[in-house]
């Protein structure tokens, strides 16, 4: 079992770039210095033509991409009311349209070989006896038994819009093996649902990928809390570095970035903060 970090788990979320074509965003590799992404799979299929051989072009500029990112139709996020309305797969009226996107996705992932898609769910509702329970619960399944069926691969929930326990339970009566985890200390903070180190050390069992975000928490009366660049919001990074550590996690950390003007530069920073930081788990 390992006992350190590598800066070799580190990669960057290519959407963070905003890139508008594959040539754009290899030149976003280039200026922050990391040749690794978890690739935003939505511009492929929306956009064909400007993403045309992306995988291509990627691999013959040195550029692994570690995973894939699902993003769900009509998301609003300006506000926590209403992207507790439209996020993720919950709401009943994009659902259909998702479900579309999907048989895009797998066959994308067929093709990069990719093996890991994130998504976020959206706000899994907090007890079993809630009716829309049993609905997420079973769209969860579907996509789950997708991805294996056509790709062997894994679907990884991006925490942040329930709590760990809530999470836990999820995962339990969904069922799936190829269902599991991808942390996000920050979006704990934005969402007011837990400590970020307390959540991650219940959910490591099931995390497939991390991401590297900071935050400030969000405050009363559904106040959305606020990203910060790494080091400067409220995550503990020698804690969630020790958690890691200790369980001997040798997946990817990666690195996102959905604010600011200087985006490159932030994801450079948190690079330079985390490798300065991982090497043996001290901070």
């Given at each position: 079992?390992?006992?350190?970090l ?13 890139p ?21 799979l ?8 400007s ?20 993003a769900?139709r009509?998301e ?6 209403r ?22 996705v ?30 997420v ?7 789950a038994?997708?991805?294996m ?10 925490t942040?819009?329930?709590?760990a326990?809530?999470?836990?339970e ?6 799936r ?22 959540s ?48 001997g ?10 604010k ?9 920073h ?14």
């Open positions: 079992m390992t006992k350190s590598l800066p070799q788990q580190l990669a960057f979320c290519s959407w963070s770039t905003k508008a074509t594959p040539e754009e965003l290899i030149r976003r590799c280039g200026e922050i210095g990391l040749v690794r992404i978890q690739l935003g939505h511009p492929l299929y929306r956009d064909p033509d993403w045309k051989d992306a995988g291509k072009k990627l691999s013959d500029a040195g550029i692994e991409i570690v995973s894939g990112m699902f769900a009509g609003d996020y300006s506000s926590i009311d992207i507790r309305k439209t996020g993720g797969i919950v709401p009943d009226a994009t659902w259909e349209g998702n479900w579309e996107d999907l048989q895009k797998v066959t994308l992932c067929r093709d990069l070989g990719l093996k890991t898609v994130s998504t976020h769910a959206g706000f899994i509702p907090e007890e079993e006896d809630d009716p829309k329970f049993p609905v619960v079973e769209r969860i399944q579907k996509m038994d997708l991805f069926e056509r790709f062997g691969g894994e679907l990884i929930l991006e942040g819009q329930e709590t326990d809530t999470l836990l999820f995962l339990a009566v969904a069922g093996s190829n269902l599991g985890v991808n942390f996000d200390p920050a979006n704990m903070l934005i969402y007011r649902m837990g400590d970020p180190v307390e991650m050390e219940k959910l490591m069992p099931h995390i497939g990928q991390v991401h590297i975000k900071d935050a400030v928490r969000g405050g009363p009366d559904d106040e959305r809390g606020a990203e910060a660049r790494v080091g400067d919001g409220e995550v503990d990074w020698p804690g969630f570095i020790r958690v890691l550590v200790d369980a996690y040798t997946g990817n950390m990666v690195i996102e970035r959905e600011g003007d200087s985006r490159v530069a932030d994801i450079r948190a690079a330079e903060f985390m490798t300065a930081r991982m090497v043996g788990g001290r901070a």
